[in-house]
């Protein structure tokens, strides 16, 4: 009955305790345990840089190909071919608008601008230059005395006025200021 009883232990599901790991121990389980979360991490980090030089390099070309569309737009412009600038100009607002330098975005819609009133499309041409009017930069001044022209054949003098005076306002120094001045006095 004895061995009976040994028999019946030994296949019993119960094991005996183990002793606690030591400190050594349980720091090499933790090791082994984050050694996938170490490596995930540097990983996710080489992911990263690679992310980030992907997408430099895009918004990099995207501004490359917005210069040398606004480029081609404006000779097409200068040489006559209303068509091909009117799309080249367009392709580069298109690439241009998310760039920060904002001039070149500027100068894309002054462009856009002539093509449409020289099409005949005042409406559409207004709009270019009121759009390149709100932006600062070197077309500034231009893009002003552009859009209060353009509203002077739509016959919305109040507005022109308004444009006048803005140019007025920011470029008292111009050449153009006097005949500018001539211009919203006889209004």
């Given at each position: 009955?004895?061995?009976q ?79 091909g ?15 920060s330098e ?8 002054l ?41 002077g ?35």
């Amino acid at each position: 009955m004895a061995q009976q009883v040994r028999k019946v232990s030994a296949i019993s599901p119960r094991r005996p305790v183990e002793k606690a790991p030591s400190a050594g121990q349980q720091f090499m389980l933790a090791l082994q345990r984050h050694r996938f979360s170490a490596g995930a991490g540097i990983l996710g980090l080489i992911c990263l840089v690679l992310v980030g030089a992907v997408i430099s390099s895009y918004w990099k070309e995207r501004r490359t190909r917005g210069l040398r569309e606004l480029q081609a737009g404006i000779l097409a412009l200068q040489s006559g071919d209303r068509g091909g600038a009117a799309s080249q100009l367009t392709l580069a607002e298109q690439h241009l608008q998310t760039e920060s330098e904002g001039y070149l975005l500027q100068l894309a819609r002054l462009n856009l601008g002539y093509v449409a009133e020289q099409q005949g499309d005042l409406t559409r041409a207004r709009q270019y230059y009121e759009a390149s009017a709100a932006m600062d930069g070197p077309a500034k001044s231009e893009a002003l005395l552009s859009a209060a022209r353009v509203l002077g054949l739509l016959k919305d003098d109040g507005a022109a006025e308004s444009y006048y005076k803005k140019f007025l306002e920011q470029y008292q120094d111009s050449p153009v200021a006097e005949v500018v001045r001539q211009r919203v006095g006889d209004q």
